[in-house]
């Protein structure tokens, strides 16, 4: 037997939201646990995210909507996935678990003091027209936090990117308060709230952070035995076991012994630009939302010890523009909704549009790394008209004229009085982009994209202007002077990783399990496979099959 330093029940890698899912279960069966973290900060990619949970079938849509079910929810995901054999990560069968597991997932942990809502009602699936696709939102995030509850652990939580007491999705209303009372005066109640609670000594977070806030505190509340700066070095096997871990705690190497389990939750490879260009060529680290800490230190080793890894050249898209100082930012200038507005396309390198710029982050930048394999199109060009800039934000910023002009002379906005003259700035055939925005502007006027079907779904329309007459999506690029900025293919995560069962087992390239070694969230091959149903599919699937893992690993799957 291994000589240990130390022994827990159930010993975890990283810190992410499916961590502490685990954890928590693990706590409520009488175990033992200890979660193991490298960086600096708790929390993981979670807490820098959204924080949004895609929980089909969950309490809050069952409330209000009663055709919702776990087969309307397998429909849609068996639907939209795309089985084969280059996404083993996903199966009839895994999907199934995660419909079956992920409301009750939820359940547990409000039950465990985690307050969260339903994120919107209007929040569609990315695939809404696909049979037992949700128009309305299936979408669930954390209620606001004070992270003054956290005590001493306040300054140990990754940051968030919305530190202000508001829901997520009324914080993304904000951009439109020009237009309507109603944002405005919940631009004022979060105004007030935010000078109330420095006031009184709070200090509220949202979206990811809160999520992570909440998740953190129960965690601690229970006895989570929890540790920073902690890489894990190695996994400890024994005839063909994993019975533990070797990690770096307080600057010493010490063998950590674990009796149920290990679950492994480290994040992806989004930082370690060698295993990119291995997998995902022609992708950039620093185009990554990520933290610090990605850098698939535990897909190596789980590889190692026989763990196969899979749907490697997958990554949860998120397309970014990059404006002056993005490489400084916390969170990189995004790109969702930049050309998903009306009086917006993308096109690529020589002026031709070539695919649907509203719908999913995740699919848009793939269908940028693929057209770049025929057509250079990394990066590619946000075509955008005045009454855009005057309308809405680039980058997170309010187009006023001093920021035009700073950002022309940057070298970053290309500016021109005709859509010919922007076409020479950007180094493509005036005629091929005068052509592109002809067709795009008869389309407009027909209110059909018969190109490639924007304005079509739902959430096309969500990413466009509700305050805008006709199709939300559409609007023609008409109206001088023309704009152009790049866009490149960044990342919120990449999207492949160890394969497992419907247990969250990590498996041997036989389909057998490694006995003692469980995986979850982006450290695994998604159940998704290559594609993203909607918000939250990566930190949903994540605090499930967490929570799977451990209700397996402590013999309590029919207790809880």
Known sequence: MADFDETFDWVVVGS???????????REAGKSVLILEKTEFVGGTTSKSGGVMWIP??????????????????????????????????????????????????????EQGVEVERASHFWP???????????????VTAKYFNLKELGSWEKKLRPGFMPVPAKLDDGMKLAFKKHSWKIKMIFAKIACAVVYGKLTGKHYTTAGAALQGRMLKASLAVGVDIRTESPVKELIVESGKVTGVVAEVNGQLRRIGANLGVLVN?????????????????T???????PEGDTGDMHIEMERIGGVLAQMDQM???????????????VKPPGQSLTGKPGAILVDQSGLRYLNEGGSYELYCQNMLERNKTVPAVPSWAILDGRYLREYQVAYMKMKPE???KWRNAGYLKVADTIENLASQINVDPAVLRSTINRWNGFVDKGVDEDFGRGAREYDKWLGDPFKGGNPALGKIAD???????????????????????????VKADGEPIPGLYACGVSTASVMGGVYPGAGASIGPSMTFGYIAAKHAAGVENSL
């Open 16 to 26: 992410g939201a499916g961590s502490m899912s685990s954890a928590l279960v693990m």
């Open 57 to 110: 079938n969950n309490r809050f849509i069952r409330a209000e909507e009663p055709d919702e079910s776990a087969e309307k929810a397998i429909t849609y995901l068996d639907a939209v996935s795309n089985d084969g054999t280059d996404t083993p990560g996903t199966s009839h069968e895994k999907r199934l678990a995660y419909v079956n597991e992920a409301p009750k997932m939820l359940d547990f942990i409000i």
């Open 125 to 139: 699936d990315y695939y809404d027209d696909l049979p037992g696709g949700c128009k309305t939102s299936r979408c």
């Open 266 to 282: 480290a994040g992806g490879i989004a930082q370690n630009q060698a295993l990119r260009d291995k997998y995902m060529p022609g």
């Open 284 to 290: 950039r680290a620093e185009w990554s939302q990520t």
């Open 316 to 330: 949860v898209g998120y397309q970014m523009t990059r404006s002056p100082g993005w490489e400084q930012m916390y």
């Open 403 to 405: 920021l035009i002009a």
């Open 480 to 506: 001088g002077p023309f704009y152009a900025v790049e866009v490149v293919p960044g990342d919120v995560s990449t999207y492949g990783g160890a394969l497992t069962d419907t247990k969250g087992r990590v």
